[in-house]
């Protein structure tokens, strides 16, 4: 029996003649009198291969009538090539087993278009359509480029945990993790849940950031990098929020906000070109059906040098803009969506990274400016996308630090381990956090979040 | 300026006359009269770079007082050759800054040995210990070793969800995830928890595993893995069970049991020869300190092809074992540990794979034989770890597993996307789970399991 090949590598290197078997799915069949076309797809590629079935097949009508839309197969045949357009080659098939129907009365999947609020419905199969399954080799490729991407610069892939005692920002609202029976749930004297009775003996969280735990590993082994799920339990049931999504925090030692910065832009051309050289099918389909500024947006990324400016300066060219925003702007306000996308759409049309904001408006681990109003932050805004990515240089002197996390009415006792950070060996370190999501969004133009992770958590949603 | 260099690129490729300038953070130091030596380590290696400091440095008398274990420093020099044994060479100083002190009366990590129990207390300073950071680092590399496993066959990372309204295996203790305040959690009219109220709209819990979801990706994509965090609310206090930990789990399509061992076989070498050739001090270092097996025991693995053999042989050469053991040995009864490290240690001497478990003691997932009696379950029994990997073919016909599911009591509505997976397009496939954990403490030799993952969660803990 000849090897059983990948479907991506026949369509890219397949040769003439060659005797293969493959293994996949259904997905199109054509009947003709004579002989049929099926199209088979192993989720390797985008596209499937093309496979001639003639009477010379043994079986061929049972077996033809067999083959709808989404039954699995196993065919072996020889390659020849293909006189259909935008493909070298297609198999005439010498054998076919059939190993799973589907019926074509009840399989969800027809050949018609789905739209995708449909498709999250039967999350468990929408991975077999042309854009999902798309979105997801370009989420995998996007992954490799971040491993690779770390590793190369000898960063270290730190498992921050999931299950925390502590709340990154002293803000953000988080979901209780808790071995309790939720009936009986045991009270203390002053009818406050008894925690010390729980699993952990304290009140757990789901994370909602690695970052502190990430800096404890950047003092030990200089670059580190976390990769892995947060969470957050806000009730936004929007095309932009996930109650489960993955984060990417890298953070690293005897590093400023300029190294920080120059990491952060080296890191999005490199995820960029990476998915482009791997993904090459996948992403001109974005750029066909999905959103037709994809590819351009991607060579925006690559090609310019990101514009870097500072808050104050961001305020005052919004001041000046001839463009009358919703939401007012002041110097010590948060930027506004519309805001942001002035910046990097309409005035310096690429991503723009806006440095030095309000201490006010920041968390208290970033690095107070000598001005004591403004904090060493930067956020990286993109054409359509706003932020992706947020980071700071962090406040290493431990005077300072105390000071801002008292000023922020947190106890400092809290922040015990934080603080001997600084107590022992500190060293000025910085960091950022990227939303894998947002990030999978921006490369594929996909409009809504749900539609880039597998099986999303969002307000009543934790089907599958 | 010289760049900053990495230590471990210094101790592996320094050349003599070299102006270089590191940073990092002192392990030790030792003052003479006219000159000291001060070791720096950046976490790149388990060795640091030995510096030479001697009265031309600007600052001398006052700077070799700040620099005490712990303190952080930029040195600049030259590299010479090294006099001292094991190391090449060596930093001459010419300039040394002081990030930050580290008070020697107060810092805990002084030259003596201290406990891996009290390393615990200071999870936040004890990746700085060499056993601890060469833990991380053989994680490190284990990790990446996984990713390019997978990624050079064609296998695509997937994201299974960590909040999950599913219990894989209809077993295990779960920890619930919510976002009602516990002192007020709304009961229904049945004084049944109302879950309805909740964040999620049903009853959520932490995964104990993402096999499920693989199955679903696999699917679509033929060949996938995932590599997460994974929970047990077990409240088990020992030195083998975490609540939190990180698992890998391959899915493959059109895939028997036994090419789910062959890819299990080639994993696990893989990965050892990996680790070997990545970070050969750590290796020996845990060789020499920690468990003086632990370069035999990778020399095994790679070196060896596993033993296969079944269930029903294992207790038949159990049974005739010269050898008293506490449980008994029947056929129908699980292996207990001991059972398997007899099977691996000293019938076999090797890894061994035990297949075709009884299925009333396995999973309902799993293949049945046509016995009826036995499952195309296999787990991987290595020689003093016990199991590492367990693994089976998957029950792919709609009527077998409906049929198990209700024989294990479960109910099948529960199960109507798992049930769809095999009404359209069903497929024989496999896969098995490795607890990552387990497999760092193989490979280093480490006999509690808090002592290789960066933050524990178990009972009662969560600090950090």
Redesign the interface.
């Known amino acids: 029996m000849p090897t ?1 090949r ?1 479907i ?1 590598d026949l369509l890219r290197h397949g040769q003439p003649d060659e005797s293969v078997t493959i ?4 997905r199109t069949k054509r009947e003709q009198k004579e002989f049929s076309f099926v199209e088979v797809n ?3 590629s985008l596209a499937g291969l093309q496979v001639v079935v003639n009477q010379e097949v043994p079986g061929y009508a049972e077996t033809i009538k067999r083959i709808n839309t ?3 197969v ?1 065919i072996s045949g020889t390659l020849v090539e293909s006189p259909a357009k935008g493909q070298r080659v297609e198999l005439k098939a010498a054998s076919i087993a059939v ?5 074509p009365e ?2 969800p999947l027809q050949k018609k278009r789905h739209s995708f609020e449909f498709l999250r419905d039967i ?3 929408r ?2 359509t042309n854009t999902l ?1 798309a979105v ?2 370009v ?2 490729a996007a ?2 480029a971040i ?1 690779q991407f770390f ?1 190369e610069r ?1 960063f ?10 502590s709340d990154c920002e002293g803000a953000g ?1 988080m ?6 029976d ?2 009986k ?1 045991p ?1 203390t004297a002053e ?3 008894d925690f010390s009775k729980d ?4 009140h ?1 969280y ?1 994370t909602v950031s690695g970052q502190l ?1 990430a800096e ?2 950047a ?4 670059n580190v990098y976390t990769f ?2 947060t ?1 957050r ?1 806000e ?1 936004s049931n929007t095309s932009r929020h996930l ?2 999504f ?1 984060m990417v925090e890298p953070e690293m ?2 590093c400023d906000l300029e190294g920080d910065m120059d990491l952060a832009e080296a890191f999005l051309k490199y995820i960029f070109k990476y998915v482009l050289e791997t993904c090459p099918e996948d992403m001109e389909f974005f750029n066909q059906r999905i959103d037709n500024s994809v590819l351009a947006t991607a060579d925006n990324i690559i090609n310019n040098e990101f514009a870097r400016v500072t808050y104050t300066e961001a305020i005052a060219l919004l001041e000046k803009a001839s463009k009358t925003f919703e939401y007012p702007v002041e110097w010590g306000l948060d930027l506004q969506s519309e805001h942001e996308r002035y910046l990097a759409e309409e005035h310096f049309k690429k991503p723009t990274i806006v440095t030095d904001y309000p201490a006010k408006i920041k968390a208290f681990y970033m690095r107070l400016n000598d001005d004591e109003n403004t904090v060493r932050a930067m956020d990286i805004l993109a054409p359509k996308i706003g932020e992706i990515i947020g980071g700071s240089q962090r406040e ?1 002197r431990l005077d300072v630090l105390e000071r801002r996390i008292q000023a922020q009415g947190l106890d400092l006792a809290e922040y015990w ?2 603080l ?9 370190h910085a960091g950022f956090g990227l939303g894998f999501e947002r990030l999978v969004q921006f490369l594929t133009g996909m409009s809504n979040i749900r539609d880039v ?3 999303p ?1 969002a ?6």
Do not use: C
Not at 99 to 103: L, M, R, T
């Open positions: 059983t990948r991506v293994k996949g799915w259904v192993d989720g390797s989404g039954a699995s196993e190993y799973g129907e589907a019926d009840t399989y999350g468990h199969l991975s077999r399954s997801f080799r989420r995998n992954s490799t491993h590793q000898g270290l892939w730190v498992h921050t945990p999931i299950i925390s005692a609202e979901f209780t993790v808790t071995g309790f939720l009936k749930v009270l009818q406050g849940v699993f952990f003996g304290k757990a789901l735990e404890i590993m003092m030990a082994f200089s892995g799920p969470f339990a009730n109650a489960e993955w030692a005897f290493e381990w934080y001997d950070l600084r107590r022992y060996g500190t060293v000025p992770i597998p099986f958590r307000p009543l949603d934790v089907e599958f």
